[in-house]
Structure formats: structure tokens, C-alpha cells
């Protein structure tokens, strides 16, 4: 049987029910700033007493008020339910009504299930609670999926957004028809096509990008791009060398026999940067057995593996050897991305 809100949430009110990880880590980590044992002896003097006394008390209150901001703060903006959506242009449709922009246009909320649409001339920004806003851009269409508790999601069925989010990650989630955008602190464009095609560009922070088996990580400056059946295609730079994107589209949703495919490879491969290093780690890890040992000796050339990570390894694609050789490539650690990919 489904709990309510109230069952499911009532260790955050009164400390019965089932232990909220989220709370209990804030507790541990926030309880450190208590006071522990009794107070210092003091001398007597009345005045000196009062100060300390008020310095001591201080801190605890301190201690008590970071809690309650903290466990505040989750309970507000985690917990919060719905979004609303402030029109910037033109006339959103808002469930089926349309909500004139202007001076004097209303605030309309979005609560689950609830669908936003954008024609020609139409522009809206949606504020997902308090983690961060969605800028909706014309003919655009979506839904609200979840709204609150440790999940924010919609689903983006054609058009364009522009997404920046504050809170920590993993909190946003965006579907779309072939992939689903995972924030991991960042800003963003998200485009998807009439087919379902999607084409992803961060700004600022990462996104994991995850479908079909796939699971592409995107840092600032990087595009990915998806399709329906095929999932997330290889991550590259948008600054990569002419003829990059064009050639991983091919490698990464055409056909094995494409006659394309041996000339994509090679320039794939010859005209990699140091900072394409990006694209060939995610390389080791798809295409044939030969392509991947020809992505691995390129790959060694920019970035040298480090120590006890051997070939035999990384072709047999073992996790641990790919993500101490990533941890080498200068785009964070594999270990700050796997712990935010783990559900909170």
C-alpha cells in the first residue's frame, strides 16, 4: 500500500516513521557544532558569567539554527510540490489555457501531469520550485512527470529549453524521446527534434546523458547528441575539429557496414586533441574489440594510463581501470560523478 506524504515524511516532523537519509546526514553532519558535556566553571563575577554564558549559548543556538535552516531548506525546496510558469511571450498554453504575457500577466502552476506548450511567438520560464529555472523557448512542448520530493522531472516531447539549476544534483531530470538529461549542477540546452532526436550543449557544470544502455558525461563547453533506438552518442567539444560531430554520428547511430564508417574512425582517431580525450575515453568503451584497441593506443599517446591500469584491463572494459584512467584526463574524478549518479 502507497504511503501518504504525511506517513512518508514524518521523520522530518517529529522523528517517527523511517529514518530520512537525507535528514540523518544533515543531523551527523550539523550535530558535530553541538555542545557537548557541561560548560566551563567560570568566576563568579556576575558580569564576566553572563557574557560567557551568553557566548556558549550562542553557539548552541547557532548549532540549532543551522539545523533547523538546513532541515528547513529540504523541507521547502526538496519537498515542495509543483512549478510555476511565468509567460515571457506571446500566449503558453498552460493545460489547455493560454496565458497572456505582459504586465499584467498571472503566475499559472504546473503540477504533475500537467503539459506546457509554446507556439511560434510563445515564450515561458518555469521555476522548478526553488533547485533552479527552465527557460521554454517557442514550439516547445512537455509535461511535468515529478515535481518535489528528491525528484524533479519532465519530460520534453519536442522543442527547446534552456535549463539552469543551483541545487545540488541529481535532483532534475529531463526525459526525452531517445535519452534522459541527469543534472549534475549545471546550465544547459536541450533540443529535440519532431523524430525524437535530441541535441544536448552545457554551459556550465555536467549532465549525464542516459538511454538505451548508454551513459554519456557531458562537462561545460561539450555537445551530446541522441537518437531514438540508439540512446546518447559520444560527448565531443563544440570546438572540436571540422568534420568531428558529423564523423561520431556516423559511428555512433549508423549502420556497422557503413561505408562511411572506416574514413569516420580514422578521422575520429588523427585529429584527436589532448582535450578529445573526452571523446576517445567514452570510445573505449563502444564500437568493435579492433576499434577500441586502436582508441586505446591513441588514447595512450595524449593521456599515458596510469599505473596498474593495464590494456588488458580497459579492453575488457573494466569499470574501476576506465575510471582511474578518466580521473587523469583533467575532468574532474570518476568518484565526484559515480557518487551523484547513486540515488540519494
Known sequence: MKKTEEEEHAYLWDGSGEPDPEIVRLETLLGQLRQRGAPPELPI?????SRAT?????LSAAAAVLLVAAIGWYAVVVL??????QPIAGTPIVDGVRSPSGSGATTARLRVG???ETDAV????????????VDVEPNTELQVVEAGGREHR??????????????PPKLFFVNTPSATAIDLGCEYTLQVDEDGAGLIRVSLGWVSFEGSGRESFIPEGAVGRTRPGAGPGTPYYADAPSGYGEALEVLDFNAPDDPRRAASFDLVLTS???????????LLSRGTLA?????????????????????EAVLKKDQSALDQWWDTLGLDSATWWRLWKRKL
Open 45 to 49: 563575577r556576575k558580569p564576566a558569567r
Open 54 to 58: 551568553w557566548a556558549i549559548g550562542s
Open 80 to 85: 515542495s510540490r509543483g512549478w510555476t510558469v
Open 114 to 116: 500537467g503539459r506546457l
Open 122 to 133: 510563445s515564450r515561458a520560464r518555469i521555476n522548478i520550485g526553488e533547485i533552479g529555472r
Open 154 to 167: 519532465m519530460s520534453l516531447t519536442r522543442g527547446l529549453i534552456h535549463a539552469r539549476i543551483w541545487a
Open 272 to 282: 584527436a586533441r589532448r582535450l578529445d580525450a573526452l571523446t576517445l575515453w567514452h
Open 291 to 311: 576499434e577500441r584497441e586502436r582508441v586505446y593506443d591513441r588514447l595512450a599517446e595524449l593521456v599515458p594510463p596510469p599505473a596498474g591500469v593495464t590494456r
